[in-house]
């Protein structure tokens, strides 16, 4: 049953049903109706395929085949690596693509999740809570945007200087995509473009290397591709590690289907489009690096392997140009992330399970989800500001960015429970991923909740100087169940104290969005009419 929040919301609502599209969701998981109005539909195509791409290149690709190198030891071995990469990658993409065209509506896997997995209600929901809420993941490339854009003035960096750029960084993000969305798409769109040329540079001007065009020393890095192919199963583990986060991302248009237009049809073309065209540029950049740097100079590049490539190729006042396209990679990812991040929250407050719901759950007053990408600035400003620089402030990030593994075990689980038990399930969306496919996906995404607590054959080794090498996996499994605590504490705990239990109903506000509200029923009053829990 679907009630509007007040008797002018009702009226409004009479005088303009016609406006309104009614978008059905798993009628026995609680979600009866979502509805949104079309008006509200701004992303299309190239949003889409750029929501996506954003989130995918950030400055990764710019710095990573460097410790994929070291890590591998060998060219080839490191090639092959990146091939599996885009593999497993495409195979993340197929199942959210499946689960995308299936529900499109905005939640991401807040949705997959609570299709399945039904019993204890609400339980999934709140582990995933703790998941959305508490992790800051436009932090990291906001503090990378500080000190490229340092480098590229040739200002020394310190903590303050750099921090203090990506807190401009990420409020200027999160004030276009809060007051001007539109304004914030194209701003994404002209970021991807650019992303886009830098690295069409990147592989032409390293193909012309390849092909002898250019005044410099070729480094013959292909020449016996495979010599020096670490031993290590650490080595290929790390460097396998390190690939497959390279591609995360693919699942980012997933987040805000509800705002598409023909959000099946543009989902269908959008992620295969974007993954295409990540998986064939980092491919060839990475052969791009190879024609033209030494191998010695890539595996002590670091994170300046970009700077050594553009060094080599177009002469020391390239390298500065480059830290300014870089920051700008960089500043793309922000957008995207918090963008997308900001949904989530909303979605929450939608789903009524947040305090102050209807204040998350709101698109005013500038059609978007400003508190919600309040609170996502929020939560990535003290993660970039509080921690002290060294062991604190690696960890910090590397939290971030564990837990996706454990949900992406989840979604797959869900998708190959749907594929197994189809009796339960009225299934037919119009992309499968297959149930090998889901499978595999499983198997890549266990790798990567598995991989960190492999101990590293050396201390020396260790990403951190005095802390535990696992601490972060330890941690980010404990934010989970910090959501799976305030669950115990709202559903459980609270109503069985006080004599009451939760029934849900469905509201619609003027906005023209549906959002879930519980009411606390006393234990002898019966059922309110239309209400479930």
């Known amino acids: 049953m679907v009630f509007s929040s007040s008797k002018k919301a009702q009226e409004a609502e009479v005088k303009d049903r016609s406006a309104f599209v009614d ?17 509200r539909r701004q992303i299309g195509l190239v949003s889409a395929i750029f929501l996506i791409f954003n989130r995918m290149i950030g400055t990764g690709i710019f710095a990573t085949p460097s410790s994929i190198l070291s890590s591998s030891g060998s060219v080839g071995l490191a090639l092959f690596i990146w091939v599996a990469g885009l593999i497993i990658a495409a195979a993340g993409m197929a199942v959210y693509l499946e689960f995308g065209t299936a529900l ?44 490229y854009i340092l480098n590229a003035a040739q200002v020394p960096v310190n903590r303050w200087n750099q921090r203090g750029i990506g807190l401009a960084c990420i409020t200027s993000a999160f004030l276009i995509h809060g007051l001007a969305l539109k304004w914030g798409l194209r701003l994404q769109n002209i970021l991807g473009v650019i992303k886009l040329i830098i690295l069409l540079i990147i592989v032409f001007a390293g193909f012309a290397a390849l092909g002898g065009h250019l005044r410099i020393e ?16 650490y080595g290929v ?3 396998l590690y390190n690939v497959i986060w390279s591609f995360i991302g693919y699942s980012n248009a997933n987040y805000s289907m509800s705002e598409m237009k023909n959000p099946v049809r543009t989902l269908k073309i959008a992620a295969p489009t974007a993954i295409m065209i990540v998986g064939v540029l980092y491919l060839l950049a990475n052969v791009a690096y190879f024609a033209a740097v030494p191998k010695e100079d890539i595996v002590s590049s670091g994170r ?11 002469g020391l006042r390239a390298e500065r140009a480059l830290s300014v396209f870089v920051a700008l990679s960089a500043y793309g990812n922000v957008l995207s992330v918090i963008f997308s991040q900001g949904r989530l929250v909303q979605e929450l407050g939608r789903e009524g399970i947040l305090p102050f719901s209807r204040l998350w759950a709101s698109n005013k007053p500038f059609n978007a989800p400003f508190m919600g990408l309040f609170e996502h600035w929020a939560v990535s400003v003290i993660i970039m500001l509080a921690p002290p620089p060294g062991d604190a402030y690696n960890f910090v990030l590397n939290v ?59 201390p020396e080794q260790n990403q951190y100087t005095s802390l535990p ?10 934010i989970i169940a910090a959501g799976g605590i305030y669950w115990l504490f709202w559903a459980v705990l609270l109503p069985k104290i006080g004599g009451y239990r939760l029934e849900k109903e469905v509201h619609k506000d003027v906005e023209g969005w549906t959002r879930n509200v519980f009411i606390k029923v006393p234990n002898h009053q019966a059922p309110i009419e239309g209400s479930s829990f």
């Open 23 to 39: 978008h059905e969701t798993a009628s026995d998981d609680g979600h009866d109706v979502y509805q949104t109005s079309e008006g």
């Open 104 to 147: 499109p509506r905005n939640g991401g896997e807040k949705n997959y999740l609570e299709h399945v997995f039904k019993k204890p209600k609400f339980l999934v929901t709140g582990l995933y809570t703790g998941y959305v809420v508490l992790l800051g993941w436009a932090g990291s490339n906001s503090v990378v945007f500080g000190e």
């Open 400 to 458: 971030i960015s564990y837990p996706l593994s454990v949900v992406n075990v989840f979604v797959s689980i869900a998708l190959i429970w749907i594929y197994t038990h189809k009796e339960e399930f009225q299934w037919n969306p119009p992309v499968k991923a297959t149930l090998p496919v889901a499978i595999f996906f499983f198997l890549s995404n266990v790798y990567l909740v598995i991989a960190p607590f492999v101990p590293p054959p050396t």
């Open 469 to 478: 090498y696992y601490l972060h996996c330890v941690v980010g499994l404990a």
């Open 304 to 314: 300046i392997l970009a700077a050594q490539f553009f060094r080599n190729v177009f």
């Open 218 to 233: 070729k480094p013959n890095n292909f020449d016996n591709a495979f010599e020096g192919t670490t031993g290590s199963a």
């Open 237 to 239: 583990v790390t460097a």
